[in-house]
């Protein structure tokens, strides 16, 4: 089968590094992956406010995430967080109350940083908010990349092979799990 999945890159930047990665990742998914982002730019800031009488931007996103077999976010962290335009989406998905769109989606969480310990602290803030939406999340291999410019260029080709080794695995073993959410989604097992 081909999985539609939908990405969020956690980063406003033009130059984001966590772009560049998303780039590498379509790349080096297994081709029964088909890639979709879902734009947070212009998104308002979230307020329940909102709820009755939903905008576009959030019924769009919504409808985005709906028509996603699974979805994999790919983020910088900003003072060991979630970055605050990510955050963001994620409560306009949660909402309005009783609609959450996390519900059972599997995902992926991936980061690319200038520091040594590679978004490890903001990953692990979007697992504990992903658990609390009831999305299952690929455990297993984790993936904290110590961006070096010279192993990726700019249309996301890596050019240093272990690099790509570990993406590609990464995203294979990304692709098992989502199918592995589905068949059990279907028959009822979570
Ligand atoms: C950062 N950066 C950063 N890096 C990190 O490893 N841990 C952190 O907590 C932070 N905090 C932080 C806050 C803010 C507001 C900015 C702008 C940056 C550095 C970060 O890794 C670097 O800027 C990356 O280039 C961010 O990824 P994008 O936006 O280029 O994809």
């Not at 979630?82 to 998905?93: C, E, H, R, S």
């Not at 992903?130 to 110590?146: C, G, K, M, R, W």
Request: with cysteine.
């Amino acid at each position: 089968s081909t999985y539609n999945i939908g990405y969020f890159v956690g980063s406003l930047a033009t130059g984001s590094i966590n772009r560049i990665l998303s780039k590498a990742l379509i790349k080096l998914a297994p081709e029964c992956l088909q890639f979709t982002e879902i734009p947070i730019k212009d998104l308002p800031l979230y307020s329940y406010d909102y709820d009755a009488d939903f905008p576009p931007a959030g019924l769009a996103l919504k409808k985005s995430i709906a028509e996603s077999d699974g979805l994999l976010f790919i983020s910088p962290e900003y003072n060991r967080s979630i970055p605050g335009a990510l955050k963001n989406a994620i409560d306009w998905g949660s909402r309005p109350w009783g609609t959450n769109s996390f519900a059972r989606k599997p995902t992926g969480i991936i980061g690319a940083s200038v520091g040594a310990i590679g978004t490890a602290v903001m990953q692990s803030s979007m697992r504990s908010v992903l658990s609390f939406l009831d999305a299952p999340q690929l455990n297993s291999p984790e993936a904290y990349i110590n961006f070096k410019p010279s192993a990726f260029a700019e249309d996301g080709t890596v050019k240093d092979e272990s690099t790509a080794d570990f993406l590609t695995h990464y995203m294979c073993e990304y692709a098992a799990f989502v199918q592995r959410v589905l068949d059990a989604n279907a028959e009822g097992h979570i």
